[in-house]
């Protein structure tokens, strides 16, 4: 297939679905997994063989979690990935608690693979000056932004927002589509859905609707049309989403569920975070 087409998004996956923190209202509901999860090497060589022979050309891939430096075969990801993606920026999302911890095996495999690693910097006791000097002794790029003191509620329990809006003001402030098993879905929710779901003995999971599987014959244009329109999980979120302070979790249904957010709160958090994007976007279109 020829691979003329580009992927105008950040393309998220997880290594680990569980975490060592526990985040009240966790969007990727990493609090509510059952024991240790961990994605399998051989599937997500599978999985990124099969997104090259779409696209060759993705801006970044960010490695995710849970928590992805609990798995104990995190540096062959490194590796698959930056051998299937040589000019992709690829990034790991970490909470930092294990960084320290790590061997240089760990930094050397980061540098050799150039992955910047990217800290989630929750209000939660870390020797930043130390992780920035390791950093920058192991020759690592490593990016440390503001402190995350707020989660949103995205989840309307209902199920009865209206698609279109659900899914067109979530666009506004986000194009980071989930790899999971196969699978492409155009946000997190109905990838990790089931975690809830299970958790609370709730009914929302995702079908085939929901995701597109990249191995069967689908055309690029395809993936692109699909990820730009809404799916039947838009209904269950929030069209305007209302915040919280950051805190451990309780693991109550409460901390992912809640009202429409007021309009101007809203309105500042969408400009918020759409700026953010169209930073990325700047940044894409520029290493093209």
């Given at each position: 297939m020829s691979k003329t087409y580009n992927f105008p998004y950040i393309l998220e996956t997880h290594l680990a679905d569980h975490c060592n923190l526990n985040c009240k209202g966790c969007s990727h509901f990493a609090p509510l997994v059952t024991g240790e999860v961990f994605t399998d090497i051989e599937i997500f060589k599978r999985d990124m063989a099969g997104l090259?022979?779409?696209?060759?050309?993705?801006?970044e891939i960010r490695l995710m979690g849970g928590e992805p430096l609990l798995h104990p075969e995190l540096l062959s990801f490194f590796d698959v990935t930056r051998q299937t993606f040589p000019k992709a920026r690829i990034a790991l999302f970490t909470n930092g608690i294990r960084l320290l911890r790590m061997d240089d095996m760990f930094w050397d495999s980061c540098a050799k693979n150039q992955i910047l690693v990217k800290l989630s910097y929750y209000p939660i006791e870390l020797k930043i000056n130390e992780i920035k000097r390791k950093a920058k002794e192991k020759h690592v790029r490593i990016?440390?932004?503001?402190?995350i003191k707020s989660f949103f509620k995205h989840l309307n329990i209902s199920g009865d927002s209206d698609?279109?809006?659900s899914f067109h003001n979530c666009r506004r402030m986000f194009k980071t589509p989930q790899l999971r098993d196969g699978k492409l879905y155009p946000c997190f929710f109905p990838a990790y859905v089931h975690f809830f779901s299970a958790y609370f003995n709730k009914s929302l999971h995702a079908t085939e609707n929901d995701y597109i599987n990249i191995f069967e014959k689908v055309h690029p244009y395809e993936i692109l049309e699909f990820m730009d329109r809404p799916i039947p999980m838009c209904r269950w979120c929030l069209t305007r989403r209302s915040y919280e302070t950051w805190g451990l979790s309780g693991r109550n249904i409460n901390e992912?569920?809640?009202?429409?957010?007021?309009?101007?709160?809203?309105v500042f958090r969408n400009v918020q975070i759409r700026g953010l994007h169209l930073f990325h976007e700047f940044k894409r279109k520029r290493s093209q």
């Open positions: 090259r022979e779409l696209f060759d050309n993705i801006y990016k440390i932004p503001g402190q698609p279109n809006a992912w569920i809640g009202p429409e957010a007021d309009v101007i709160p809203h």
